[in-house]
C-alpha cells in the first residue's frame, strides 16, 4: 500500500453531508492503488446492505464533482464498525 495526502477540510466536510448517518469518517493515510485520497465512513453494524449501497452512491456522487473540480481521485468506503475493526483501523 502506498501513501495518500491529507485529505482536505472541505473534502471531509463534503463526504460528512452525503453520509450523515455516518458514525464516523476516518481519513486513511494509505491507498489501495492510485487513489489521491481514501476516506472510510463508518456506520453502525445494524445498517442494511441496502441502506449501505444507497450511501456509497451518494458518497460517489458527491466525490466525483469534488475530484473533477480538482484533478484528483478519492476513494470512500462505506465500513460496518466490525469491517472497521477487521481493517484494523481505530
Keep these: 500500500m502506498q501513501a495518500t495526502q491529507p485529505v482536505p477540510e472541505d ?6 453531508q452525503a453520509a ?3 458514525m464516523a469518517i476516518i481519513p486513511l493515510d494509505w ?3 492510485d487513489e489521491t485520497y481514501n476516506i472510510a465512513v ?11 449501497r444507497h450511501m456509497k452512491d451518494q458518497l460517489i456522487d458527491a466525490v466525483m464533482d469534488w475530484d473533477e473540480a480538482h484533478g484528483t481521485y478519492t476513494l470512500t468506503m462505506v465500513w460496518r464498525e466490525r ?5 484494523g483501523v481505530r
Design 42 to 52: 463508518v456506520v453502525p453494524d445494524t445498517v442494511t446492505d441496502a441502506d449501505v
Design 31 to 33: 491507498a489501495y492503488e
Design 11 to 16: 473534502l471531509l466536510r463534503l463526504v460528512q
Design 83 to 87: 469491517e472497521k475493526a477487521a481493517a
Design 20 to 22: 450523515p448517518d455516518a
